[in-house]
T-cell receptor, first 115, second 111 residues
Framework: GPKVLQIPSHQIIDMGQMVTLNCDPV?????FYWYKQILGQQMEFLVN????????KSKLFKDQFSVERPDGSYFTLKIQPTALEDSAVYFC?????????????FGSGTRLTVL | GEQVEQLPSILRVQEGSSASINCTYE??????FPWYKQEPGENPKLIID?????ERKQTQGLIVLLDKKAKRFSLHITDTQPGDSAMYFC??????????FGSGTKLTVEP
């Protein structure tokens, strides 16, 4: 089936540094999402992105966060500067459209550890 | 937004028996309810979903029920197999874009 790839699977970084998480969405998909999951808790919506713009973002999407998809390549989540509470697994997802029952396809996540 | 509560968080069943996971939601605008299965180290995968114009849907040993009045929906896995062992997440969508997830159920099917 359709695959969303996330690179890297694990990343360890010192607090205050910048980190970029990369997502290779399903090739013909147009809508992109980031979700954050702290261990033992549910996946929480961060942001969605379409046509080069953020469509909607949650309170978790702090000012230190940004997303982009330069030249239609990777969909990226950048955190600058990182904080200890940013440690979590970040899931990227994509969908073809945004219809009533549009399926989101998820990547396998990037585990970010901020020291 | 939306708040989705999922229970139980841990579920152990014997092979061949059924397993049930229950979710509730708060936003009456939610109209789409997918269920995702996630195995260790893997991505969450959609296994079944139900729209708000339905009360019941069944596919390949999976049954989902939706009670809009009670704002409750549930997943029932019949004749469980060890391969059904995984994390299961319910979700609700109150608008076109955003899925709100429950906290997950770790299902273990014991031989």
């Amino acid at each position: 089936g359709p695959k969303v790839l996330q690179i890297p699977s694990h990343q360890i970084i010192d607090m205050g540094q910048m980190v970029t998480l990369n997502c290779d969405p399903v090739s013909n998909h147009l809508y992109f999402y980031w979700y954050k999951q702290i261990l033992g808790q549910q996946m929480e919506f961060l942001v969605n992105f379409y046509n080069g713009k953020v469509m909607e973002k949650s309170k978790l999407f702090k000012d230190q966060f940004s997303v982009e998809r330069p030249d239609g390549s990777y969909f990226t989540l950048k955190i600058q500067p990182t904080a200890l509470e940013d440690s979590a697994v970040y899931f990227c997802a994509s969908s073809l459209g945004q219809g009533f029952a549009e399926t989101l396809y998820f990547g396998s996540g990037t585990r970010l550890t901020v020291l | 937004g939306e708040q989705v509560e999922q229970l139980p968080s841990i579920l152990r069943v014997q092979e061949g028996s059924s397993a049930s996971i229950n979710c509730t939601y708060e936003n009456s605008a939610s109209n789409y309810f997918p269920w995702y299965k996630q195995e260790p180290g893997e991505n969450p995968k959609l296994i079944i979903d139900i729209r708000s114009n339905m009360e019941r849907k069944q596919t390949q040993g999976l049954i989902v029920l939706l009670d809009k009045k009670a704002k409750r929906f549930s997943l029932h896995i019949t004749d469980t197999q060890p391969g059904d062992s995984a994390m299961y997440f319910c979700a609700a969508r109150p608008n076109y874009n955003v899925l709100y997830f429950g906290s997950g159920t770790k299902l273990t099917v014991e031989p």
